[in-house]
């Protein structure tokens, strides 16, 4: 089994300041105004937002999306062969039970039977 990189939590804090959400118009020369932020005095400084630490997150939200999948199709592989040996068991059949998973049939020669794609299946 492969090991699981656990996403380590970064901690964020606030930019706080004397007036948050202030700002002083500037006139300019072709008669637009330019809102420059006039916020007092800075009190806590804040986490920095950059594009650095926002790729730390999607990189992080991609590899949970792919553990999540590889996870999705470890239970249904689980519970296929599951649902084969209790249909096994309660049909008395003990001999000639044969488990093998695979995704697709790229590295089979299906001579009979038929590829169920969405249960994974080969049914012969």
């Known amino acids: 089994m492969k090991n699981i990189e656990v996403y380590e939590k970064q901690t964020w804090q606030d930019r706080i300041t004397e007036r948050p959400g202030t700002f002083r118009e500037v ?3 072709d008669g637009s105004i330019t809102h420059i932020p006039d916020e007092g005095e800075v009190l806590e400084e804040g986490s920095p937002f950059s594009a650095n ?4 997150i ?3 939200i991609y590899k949970s999306s792919i553990q999540a999948k590889t996870n999705k199709d470890d ?3 689980l519970a296929v062969e599951v649902a084969i040996l209790k249909n096994a068991s309660l049909n008395n059949i003990t001999h000639n039970i044969f488990i093998v998973n695979f995704t697709n049939l790229d ?3 299906l001579n009979h039977g ?3 794609s969405l249960g994974k299946r080969l049914v012969i």
């Open 114 to 116: 038929v590829y169920d």
């Open 58 to 60: 999607e990189g992080g």
């Open 27 to 29: 006139q300019n020369q």
């Open 53 to 56: 630490r926002m790729n730390y």
């Open 75 to 77: 239970i249904t592989s």
């Open 107 to 109: 590295s089979i020669e």
